[in-house]
């Protein structure tokens, strides 16, 4: 071998080397989910988050396939995954398809709470499919201090519109988080970009708007990608979100998850 083509290929692999470092400590990755989920990611969550989750999360309802997993749903078990790290400001997408029944929740979202660092507020951002009010995504942004009173900003928008059916399509979607707005988008059946809703932080000018939230309750702290499948356990909140749960076996399948640092 050449001199020059030795040089060539040492400067490739340094390239390559120092790419796959830069991706590392910045916290990108992708899961395509083949034959199950990347342990360096993701934790499988094991137990109950109380009212209105009428299940036990288990790992044994995760079930792998050559691409794609599929978080499984019965009566009183149900499945989530947890990214092991804190991340910022990104974007966050997937693709998934759902079962229809009714008083279940598949999601991807981002949360933090005082159970990762003490003190910090409740913070999340959520895409959420519910059988229980149809075609729609359910998005939201929550925030709620330790000790506090819970803030939500909530909107259901119709899949119809872009040609969807989260029970008939795989979906692809997500949204862009910054430190001033978040767009949720998805790629519509005709492959084009659509952005859903967009939410901003109040810019301080004395005036929150319908489509701002006060820049106090604006998620900015480091945040766990999660992806859920639950049903609901039939109380009064229950019966609220996500709606009366009767006793069906169900599945989510997700293609891929994808979080790119801003």
């Known amino acids: ?51 209105p989750f009428g299940c036990t999360f288990a790992p044994s309802m995760i079930n792998p396939s050559s691409h794609g997993i599929t978080l499984g749903v019965s009566p009183g078990q149900c499945a989530e995954l947890r990214t092991h790290s804190l991340l910022g400001y990104g974007r966050i997408q997937g693709s998934l398809k759902t079962g229809n029944a009714p008083g279940t929740v598949s999601s991807i979202f981002t949360y933090t709470s005082w159970y990762d660092v003490p003190g910090r507020a409740w913070q999340e951002i959520d895409i959420e499919f519910l059988p229980s009010l149809g075609n729609v995504v359910h998005t939201n942004v929550i925030y709620q201090p330790e000790g506090g009173n819970y803030q939500s900003w909530e909107q259901d928008i119709d899949l119809g519109q872009y040609g969807l059916n989260i029970t008939q399509d795989l979906v692809h979607i997500g949204f862009d988080w910054s430190s001033w707005k978040i767009d949720w988008y998805v790629y519509d059946a005709w492959g084009n970009y659509q952005v859903i809703r967009t939410l901003y932080k109040d810019n301080g000018d004395g005036y929150v708007a319908a489509n701002e939230i006060p820049q106090y309750a604006w998620p900015s702290d480091p945040t766990r990608v999660m992806i859920n499948h639950w049903h609901g356990d039939n109380s009064s909140s229950g019966f609220y979100f996500p709606g009366e749960y009767y006793w069906e076996n169900t599945w989510a399948y997700y293609d891929y998850l994808e979080y790119t640092p801003q």
């Open 1 to 51: 071998m050449k001199l020059t083509s030795i040089t060539t290929l040492f400067g490739a692999t340094v390239l390559a080397l120092a790419s796959a470092s830069a991706q590392s400590q910045t916290g990108y990755f992708k899961d395509d989910f083949t034959w199950g989920y990347n342990s360096s990611i993701w934790q499988a969550r094991s137990g109950s988050n109380g009212t």
